[in-house]
Structure formats: structure tokens, C-alpha cells
């Protein structure tokens, strides 16, 4: 084991874990506490708490999923960012660099694991933020420079806004209109306008063709 290793393992710090899944908690909570000997870990269950809990007691590192049952982890990571500019936030989620990793580093985050990797990685990514760096693999750095090279094939759904981006995956998930409104709170209203934006911007003119899309790109939640 590294020597920064055996200091990390020696240093207090208070970690909040943001997942709606206890299993996945337990099992993130289980590695972070052999690895940093007397850390407190706090788990959280949505955005919502997250978000209370921020400015309610110092953290030293948020460990954030991006899929939450009242709403999308990138308006979390937002509002952290606002709140807590200097606190890192390591996006830990089920999707692919290609789905999340280019607006989640534009959204702030410090650093970006895929669930498949945490078991070998989260150690040290969370050292590594810990100390001021970040953390994003080969993978995910290819994916940022694909999104900032002006000769690349764009998907079309690279063109939609994190909102927009977040209600095509809903409807791709098969949530109604009200359904939408009422998880991200916001208004039947507003949520078909921005329906109508995801539509115009993709050339589409169904649900349907917005649920195809979505299944086959896998970006349905």
C-alpha cells in the first residue's frame, strides 16, 4: 500500500454518500471505511436531503449518483457547486462516459466513476480529490475532447440542455408528462415546453420516436 495511502487511512474525514439504493451505499460505505480509518460516512437517499445536509455540516467529499428518485444528480451537483464552491464531488454512476461525463465535468464535478469500477478505483479517486486533484479515466477524458473537437459526429440528443436531456430519458422511461412534473417539481406546463424543445431539436415529432431513440442510445433512466 502507498504511503499516501496509509495517511489517507490515518485522517478523519466526513463523506456524504448520495444514492437512493441502501445495497449500493452499504457496499461504498463498507470500502470508505477500510480505507480511511474513523471517517464518518453519511448516507442520503435523494437530492433533496443532500442538499439540506450541505450547508448543515462540513463535508470533506460528496460521493454523488447522477439518477435520483426526485430528480437528476447534475441539479444537485449545481447546486453544491453554488453553495460549496471549494467542496469536491465525485459523480459515482451506472451510465456510461458517453451519457453523463461531458455534463457532469461542465456541471463541476471534481471527479467521474462508473459503478462497475468503484470496487478498484473509489479508493483512489476520493484520495486523490481529497488532496485537490481530480479524477476521470482515459475513457472519459476521450469522451470531453470528442465533445469540444468541431470535426466530430454529434447525436443529436448532445445538442439538448441538461433539462431537456433529463426529460428525453424520462419519456424514454415511459413517464408521462404529469408524471415528469411532478417528480422534477415543476409545472405540466413548463415540463411539454420543454418536451416540444427536445422534439424540435431532435427532428422528432412523437413520444414514440423520443422513446426509441432513447432505448436504443441506452439513455432511458
Not at 495517511?7 to 444514492?19: A, F, H
Not at 467529499?61 to 430528480?71: A, E, K, N, R
Request: proline share 4%.
Amino acid at each position: 500500500m502507498s504511503e499516501a495511502l496509509l495517511e489517507n487511512r490515518t485522517t478523519t474525514l466526513r463523506v456524504m454518500l448520495v444514492d437512493d439504493h441502501p445495497i449500493v451505499r452499504r457496499g461504498l460505505r463498507d470500502l470508505l471505511a477500510a480505507a480511511f480509518a474513523g471517517s464518518v460516512i453519511h448516507e442520503v437517499g435523494s437530492g433533496r436531503d443532500a442538499l439540506e445536509l450541505v450547508g448543515a455540516h462540513p463535508w470533506d467529499i460528496i460521493v454523488l449518483d447522477l439518477s435520483l428518485p426526485d430528480g437528476s444528480g447534475l441539479d444537485v451537483l449545481k447546486r453544491v457547486r453554488h453553495l460549496q464552491p471549494r467542496l469536491p464531488v465525485l459523480v459515482l454512476s451506472m451510465h456510461t462516459a458517453d451519457q453523463f461525463a461531458r455534463r457532469a465535468i461542465a456541471a463541476g464535478a471534481s471527479g467521474y466513476l462508473t459503478k462497475d469500477t468503484a470496487d478498484t478505483e473509489l479508493v483512489t479517486a476520493v484520495s486523490r480529490l481529497l488532496k485537490g486533484g481530480k479524477f476521470f479515466g482515459p475513457e472519459i477524458l476521450e469522451r470531453v475532447a470528442m465533445g469540444v473537437h468541431p470535426d466530430r459526429d454529434e447525436n443529436p440528443h448532445e445538442r439538448l440542455s441538461d433539462r431537456e436531456y433529463q426529460v428525453l430519458r424520462m419519456i424514454g422511461s415511459g413517464k408521462t408528462v404529469s408524471e415528469i412534473a411532478t417528480t422534477l417539481s415543476l409545472s405540466v406546463k413548463t415540463v411539454s415546453t420543454y418536451r416540444a424543445r427536445v422534439l424540435e431539436k431532435m427532428d422528432m415529432r412523437t413520444n414514440a420516436e423520443l422513446t426509441h431513440y432513447a432505448v436504443r442510445h441506452n439513455l432511458a433512466e
